[in-house]
T-cell receptor, first 112, second 112 residues
Framework: GEDVEQSLFLSVREGDSSVINCTYT??????LYWYKQEPGAGLQLLTY?????DMKQDQRLTVLLNKKDKHLSLRIADTQTGDSAIYFC????????????FGPGTSLSVIP | NAGVTQTPKFRILKIGQSMTLQCTQD?????MYWYRQDPGMGLKLIYY???????DKGEVPNGYNVSRSTTEDFPLRLELAAPSQTSVYFC???????????FGPGTRLTVL
């Protein structure tokens, strides 16, 4: 079946790097996404990667995709207190409505 | 360009009451979605629409109805509210090409 898994919590010190991991089951995914949700707010797209790419870098964010292992990671360099949020991994699957499956979210806490 | 807007932000309903959650987008996106988010869970798709006049069920449609008379608006109706419908509801619209979904700020609904 289709499933996206993430660890639920991560705690890092300010200035360190954070790595949030995600595994997915459907090999027919087209895009993989990372969304950020701050308290009381909607999901905000952080970055996405096309399924035939291995890596994407965008300022402090690095996304790594291992298609063989169906593993996606998000690395945040120089983590700041403003990065504290819930991070959702998601994959889109080609269906009649381009289904997107979300993971449960990883709550990142940044310790000053 | 306001993106995706949702009203109300918060609502408390009594069991058996009905209400409509409003969603509007100004990006001229054809695809729109309604999700619910429960604590510690990923988003679950309630209903989606691929264009004005066309709607279909997602994973958890029971207890809900939708309509799509215009490209901009995609209201979600709860007819007989139940405590199991206590959740945060997110509306999203999708950009073709990257399949990126843009989310509204959410409606927090409590049914007592």
């Amino acid at each position: 079946g289709e499933d996206v898994e993430q660890s639920l919590f991560l705690s890092v010190r300010e200035g360190d790097s954070s790595v949030i991991n995600c595994t997915y089951t459907d090999s027919s995914s087209t895009y993989l996404y990372w969304y950020k949700q701050e308290p009381g707010a909607g999901l905000q797209l952080l970055t996405y990667i096309f399924s035939n790419m291995d890596m994407k870098q965008d300022q402090r964010l690095t996304v790594l995709l291992n298609k063989k292992d169906k593993h996606l990671s998000l690395r945040i360099a120089d983590t700041q207190t403003g990065d504290s949020a819930i991070y959702f991994c998601a994959e889109s699957i080609e269906t009649s409505y381009d289904k997107v499956i979300f993971g449960p979210g990883t709550s990142l806490s940044v310790i000053p | 360009n306001a993106g995706v807007t949702q009203t109300p932000k918060f609502r408390i309903l009594k069991i058996g009451q009905s209400m409509t959650l409003q969603c509007t987008q100004d990006m001229n996106h054809n695809y729109m979605y309604w999700y619910r988010q429960d604590p510690g869970m990923g988003l679950k798709l309630i209903y989606y629409s691929v264009g004005a006049g066309i709607t279909d069920k997602g994973e958890v449609p029971n207890g809900y109805n939708v309509s799509r008379s215009t490209t901009e608006d995609f209201p979600l109706r709860l007819e007989l509210a139940a405590p199991s419908q206590t959740s945060v509801y997110f509306c999203a619209s999708r950009e073709v090409g990257t399949d990126t979904q843009y989310f509204g700020p959410g409606t927090r609904l409590t049914v007592l």
